[in-house]
């Protein structure tokens, strides 16, 4: 569910920002054939479509995210974007460039901050360390990025942990070694925290 609604936000926010630069390169060198294009009834139908899809997906997604993955540079992106939304309408009804400039280099930037986001290293090892519960521990090494709080998320083509079938010794060896997409927690976890994950991880499939 959670995979759906993040490709639809990136193929929405795609399609958004190449609409806008369009639009803007249209209103900024004055092309009036281009201007009269994007006033088109169906392509402002198009832009009201894309730019609900872009909000809604990114709604969801910011409500259902793993409070662990909340970071500064997130809410950053947020405000970008929502400072940016007024300035768009504003600056390209009135055929303002200045304001329309300001509102593309604000989603532009706002585009990069996800980029940048999106490399945020998954093992964290400082916060690791001190966790001591099992919920903690999974917490800590951010495996709700992939796996969700609820084991359901199946991010990144992760398996729904509420649905596994692994036995135990085969649940910690793939938590050590990892698994494709899964990086490996060797040199992460000490071997009592491997215990209390795994039982973590077990409690899913009761639930
Ligand atoms: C980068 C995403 C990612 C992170 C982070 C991640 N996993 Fe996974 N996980 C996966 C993927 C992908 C698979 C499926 C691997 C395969 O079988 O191809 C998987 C599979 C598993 C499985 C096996 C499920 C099954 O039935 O096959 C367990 C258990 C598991 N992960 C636990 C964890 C735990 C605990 C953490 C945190 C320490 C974690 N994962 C972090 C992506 C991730």
């Given at each position: ?86 300035l768009?309408?504003v600056g390209?009804?009135r055929?303002n460039k200045i304001l329309a400039t300001l509102s ?104």
């Amino acid at each position: 569910m959670y995979t759906g609604f993040l490709h639809m936000h990136k193929t929405a926010v795609i399609l958004f920002l190449a609409f806008y630069f369009l639009k803007w390169i249209a209103l900024t060198f004055n092309l009036e054939g281009m201007k009269t294009f994007f006033a088109k009834k169906s392509l402002r139908i198009f832009e009201m479509v894309i730019s609900t899809l872009f909000l809604a997906t990114g709604i969801y997604l910011m409500v259902n995210l793993a409070p662990e993955m909340r970071s500064n540079l997130l809410w950053i992106k947020i405000a970008l974007v929502l400072t940016s939304i007024p300035l768009a309408v504003v600056g390209f009804k009135r055929g303002n460039k200045i304001l329309a400039t300001l509102s593309v280099l604000l989603i532009v930037a706002s585009y990069g901050l996800a980029e940048m986001h999106k490399k945020r290293p998954i093992v964290n090892k400082e916060k690791t360390v001190t966790a001591t519960t099992g919920e903690d521990i999974y917490k800590a090494n951010n495996c709700a990025v992939c796996h969700g709080q609820d084991g359901k998320l199946m991010l990144n083509d992760a398996k729904d942990l509420t649905s596994s079938a692994l036995s135990r010794a085969d649940i910690e060896y793939q938590i050590l070694n990892g698994k494709n997409a899964m990086p490996g927690y060797k040199n992460t976890l000490t071997t009592e925290q491997l215990k209390l994950l795994t039982d973590y991880v077990e409690t899913f499939r009761k639930k």
